[in-house]
């Protein structure tokens, strides 16, 4: 088993920046790679960025240039830099571990992007 505790979410104003922390605790050498997912109301959950063990990154169209997702292993925290805020990255934000064909789910942090 896999706990992923997110953190960081809050109201910030267009251009602004907030910085996601994910902190994985358990079973952590069965990762293979970190997501970070979001929800906007009405909305499926997307994909936001990734990053896997060898530390390659991937990101969605909408945030690339904007968001930055690195690691710190010593602290098994995966962090997701947001800058550049715009009222359409309002969403509910959700960190996703997988591996060895399980995924796990950390609960979510709200971040709220006043225009």
């Known amino acids: 088993q896999v706990q992923l505790v997110e953190s960081g979410g809050g109201l910030v104003q267009a251009g602004g920046s907030l910085r996601l922390s994910c902190a994985a605790s358990g079973n952590i050498f069965s990762i293979h790679v970190m997501n970070w997912y979001r929800q906007a109301p009405g909305k499926q959950r997307e994909l936001v960025a990734l990053i896997t063990t060898g530390n390659s990154t991937n990101y969605a169209d909408s945030v690339k240039g904007r968001f930055t997702i690195s690691r710190d292993s010593a602290k098994n925290t995966v962090y997701l830099q947001m800058n550049s805020l715009k009222p359409e990255d309002t969403a509910v934000y959700y960190c996703?571990?997988?591996?060895?064909?399980?995924?796990?789910w950390g609960q979510g942090t709200q971040v709220t992007v006043s225009s």
């Open positions: 996703n571990a997988g591996g060895l064909g399980r995924s796990y």
